[in-house]
């Protein structure tokens, strides 16, 4: 009777009831808890792309709440005087209202930034566990730790660099949808799921760009596979017999509530250009094993010295461990005749394959050429979002298939090591109000007579925080800046402290691209400051 007790349905026993939530706080205090622990007062360390998206969800919400500098959305206050400067970067609208409930609770833009990722990071969690507990019909033990694996890898503890990456659990609730929809079993609610998914798709466009991408290839892929096999044939049909025009019309809907964004991005294409294929943000095999240079286990492989000392941590720190992955392919083999499992093991490897850069080859060559889209991919190993996320699916269905067994002993083992492959070294914290009293003290440079400024270091080059440094100053002082740092930048600015030819400019050189960006929108270069710093 013991196998029975975790089965869907079953009450199980009280530790299994409580080992979601149990699960689910470990994970958190393990990556928030210097941060809990200091009521907010310290912060993750990061520079770059997490002040970049702090201050892209702040401009959401002075645009909705029609703060002067931010009425227009797609006139961010950077790279003064350009107009739809937005569009150069992921817009996280979607997911704005997770983060505009705390300003309008009261909190500084920082620390309603923080409970953005806890509440982003705690949906992971939740969401997985529901499409494992519900989705796949697995118990409470596999679909818990198939749950930490999503949210609290190591792949997605890297992705603090990148927060805008962070939020996954729209492509899960996505993958749960679809599930439903061709369930086996009868659901009088399949057009809710419909809906669900139509949704789901269009917030994660309106949230980031990558993930949005990514998980539409996959779609296209699995769609592609079901068209090859019969069972897929078989459910696909059935499903278009009796709600393909439902389920056209929220097709229909989903792209008119896109377009505009599609029109914008567009734009900006014409005016810029297509990212090149840059061989160098391509994963390679090692790539899908890596965890980064801080991984316990794992990270010497990285580190000076290491055999793969040469691949970027950032980028190439793509995978989720060496155990893990076996484990997670045993069990979507085994479990391949369940509904959706043999067209996500097919349309998971496709993809895997299509990504990954043997020696000089990539079908992605191919991919980045005609693929509507694909030209606005830098990092393509950033598909390890999507792609990792197969692994603990498939180590749920392996583990719920021991228990149920009763090889105990073995699923505790598997279990003890996809886990124990994950941690690394701490993140670093610093201090939020450091960092508030910086940002003061440089805004009390812009001075009243200011229409807009020019934050530059007047150190050794090499600093690379001005731009970030310039958006906080400009929230500070409801002044535009003419520093701007985004996914792309306007045609011929030319400010950057590191150009992309690797030139490096000097003052003069900077005042003399000044003159020369002001002068070409008919802008006084004495109504903008020049605001020196270091």
Same mark, same amino acid.
């Given at each position: ?172 609730? #996505?993958?749960? @949808?679809? =599930? ?8 009088? /609610? %399949? !057009?809710?799921? $419909?809906?669900? +998914? ?122 989720? #461990?060496?155990? @893990?992955? =076996? ?8 479990? /391949? %005749? !369940?509904?959706? $499992?043999?067209? +996500? ?125 310039? @958006? ?12 701007? !740092? ?49």
């Amino acid at each position: 009777m013991a196998s029975h007790r975790w089965a869907p349905g079953g009450n199980g026993s009280a530790l299994a009831k409580l080992l979601p939530t149990s699960c689910w706080l470990l994970g958190t205090l393990w990556v928030f808890g210097p941060q809990l622990a200091s009521s907010l007062q310290l912060m993750i360390g990061l520079p770059r792309d997490p002040r970049l998206v702090n201050y892209t969800l702040e401009h959401g919400y002075r645009w909705l709440m029609r703060y002067p500098l931010h009425s227009d959305f797609w006139q961010t206050p950077l790279f003064y005087p350009y107009a739809n400067a937005t569009a150069f970067t992921d817009l996280l609208i979607g997911l704005g209202p997770l983060y505009w409930v705390w300003r309008w609770l009261g909190a500084e833009p920082d620390s309603a930034f923080q409970l953005w990722i806890l509440v982003c990071w705690s949906l992971n969690f939740w969401v997985a566990y529901l499409l494992l507990r519900r989705g796949l019909e697995v118990g409470r033990v596999p679909a818990s730790l198939g749950a930490t694996l999503v949210a609290f890898s190591s792949a997605q503890l890297t992705r603090l660099y990148h927060p805008q990456l962070i939020p996954l659990f729209l492509v899960l609730l #996505g993958t749960f @949808a679809l =599930l439903r929809i061709f369930s086996d079993r009868p659901d009088v /609610r %399949r !057009r809710s799921w $419909v809906l669900a +998914l139509s949704v789901s798709i269009v917030l994660q466009a309106y949230t980031a760009f990558y993930p949005f991408f990514f998980f539409g290839l996959l779609l296209a892929l699995a769609l592609a596979w079901a068209l090859t096999l019969r069972e897929g044939r078989l459910r696909l049909f059935a499903f278009l017999r009796s709600d393909g025009m439902f389920a056209g019309g929220c097709v229909l809907i989903a792209v008119v509530l896109i377009t505009p964004l599609v029109l914008r991005y567009l734009g900006v294409a014409e005016e810029l250009g297509l990212r090149p294929f840059m061989t160098k943000y391509a994963p390679r095999p090692a790539s899908w094993f890596l965890l980064g240079e801080g991984n316990y286990l794992f990270g010497w492989l990285q580190r000076e010295g290491g055999p793969f000392a040469h691949l970027s941590e950032m980028e190439h720190s793509a995978g989720i #461990g060496f155990i @893990a992955p =076996l484990v997670g392919l045993c069990g979507l083999l085994g479990a /391949r %005749r !369940r509904p959706g $499992v043999a067209i +996500l093991l097919l349309a998971t490897g496709s993809l895997m394959l299509i990504a990954t850069m043997f020696g000089d080859f990539s079908v992605w060559r191919w991919v980045h050429a005609h693929v509507p889209g694909a030209g606005g991919i830098r990092a393509i190993a950033r598909v390890s979002m999507i792609l990792t996320l197969a692994v603990p699916i498939g180590i749920a269905l392996l583990l719920e298939r021991l228990w149920r067994s009763g090889s105990y002993a073995l699923c505790a083992a598997l279990a003890l090591l996809c886990v124990i492959e994950q941690p690394g070294t701490p993140l670093l914290h610093v201090s939020k109000l450091a960092n508030r009293q910086k940002i003061e003290k440089l805004a009390e440079r812009v001075g009243d007579h200011c229409a807009a400024f020019l934050l530059v270091y007047r150190g050794p080059p090499g600093h690379l925080l001005e731009d970030d440094y310039a @958006a906080w100053v400009q929230l500070a002082t409801h002044k535009p800046t003419v520093n701007g !740092r985004y996914g792309n930048v306007p045609k011929d600015w030319k400010l950057f402290r590191f150009q992309s030819d690797g030139a490096i400019p000097d003052r003069r050189q900077l005042r003399l691209a000044l003159n020369d960006w002001l002068e070409r929108y008919a802008v006084d270069p004495r109504s903008v400051c020049w605001v020196e710093y270091g």
